[in-house]
């Protein structure tokens, strides 16, 4: 079993900066993906970065709309993924949720933390 918390949400202006973080407690070690998905009202959730651990590896994904302006990171001693976004536009307005996978002998099973409120606006 996990469980997600992120941070770090907030109210910016357009151009400006937030970094998310979330921490995940429980069943940490069996984690092979960690990452951050967003959902605006009326809008379907969306992948906005990840990054899987294939081994020793880590292999990280990003959204086409914030590619070049966040920067995910994990760091698996602290058992926390950051998101690290700059140059935030208004349609970066969303609820941001930390996910995780976990793989294991018995099967796989995601976990979702609560979500955080990220605006941007002038």
């Known amino acids: 079993q996990v469980q997600l918390v992120e941070s770090g949400g907030g109210l910016v202006q357009p151009g400006e900066s937030l970094r998310l973080s979330c921490a995940a407690s429980?069943?940490?070690?069996?984690?092979?993906?960690m990452g951050w998905y967003r959902q605006a009202p009326g809008k379907q959730r969306e992948l906005v970065a990840a990054?899987?651990?294939?081994?020793?590896?880590?292999?990280?994904d990003y959204a086409d709309s914030v590619k070049g302006r966040f920067a995910i990171s994990r760091d698996t001693a602290k058992n926390t993924v950051t998101l690290q976004m700059d140059s935030l536009k208004p349609e970066d307005t969303a609820v941001y949720y930390c996910?995780?996978?976990?793989?294991?002998?018995?099967?796989?099973?995601?976990?979702w933390g609560q979500g955080t409120q990220v605006t941007v606006s002038s």
């Open positions: 429980g069943s940490s070690f069996s984690i092979n993906v």
């Open positions: 996910y995780a996978r976990t793989r294991i002998p018995g099967g796989t099973y995601d976990y």
């Open positions: 990054i899987t651990k294939t081994g020793s590896t880590n292999y990280a």
